[in-house]
Nanobody
Framework: QVQIVESGGGLVEPGGSLRLSCLASGFTFSRFAMNWYRQVPGKERELVAAITSNGRSTSYADSVKGRFTISRDNAKNTVYLQMNSLKPEDTAAYYC???????????WGQGTQVTVSS
């Protein structure tokens, strides 16, 4: 049974930091690219950060470059999103996504809420 569980969200003041974690199970984690998306009510889901299956390559949305860092530990089936210098516009539900390019399979977590407010 595939499971993707995000954690680490919460309320933080502007300028603060949070680290999101995504624990995966039920599939071969090391074969999947991993992505973090975010979504605000009424808007489309936005790709925030991506990391290849071997962790050697990452990419970021322009809005988070230099502030967010995606990483993964294939031994722990976990992907992380370190978020620094948070802004109110980073407020959103953050979703972890596993993507297998060859078969176009996607798995999603339930999301974790991040709220940046004073």
């Amino acid at each position: 049974q595939v499971q993707i569980v995000e954690s680490g969200g919460g309320l933080v003041e502007p300028g603060g930091s949070l680290r999101l974690s995504c624990l995966a199970s039920g599939f071969t984690f090391s074969r999947f690219a991993m992505n973090w998306y975010r979504q605000v009510p009424g808007k489309e889901r936005e790709l925030v950060a991506a990391i290849t299956s071997n962790g050697r390559s990452t990419s970021y949305a322009d809005s988070v470059k230099g502030r967010f860092t995606i990483s993964r530990d294939n031994a722990k089936n976990t992907v992380y999103l370190q978020m620094n210098s948070l802004k109110p516009e980073d407020t959103a539900a953050y979703y972890c996504n596993a993507h297998y390019r060859i078969t176009a399979v996607d798995y999603w977590g339930q999301g974790t809420q991040v709220t940046v407010s004073s």
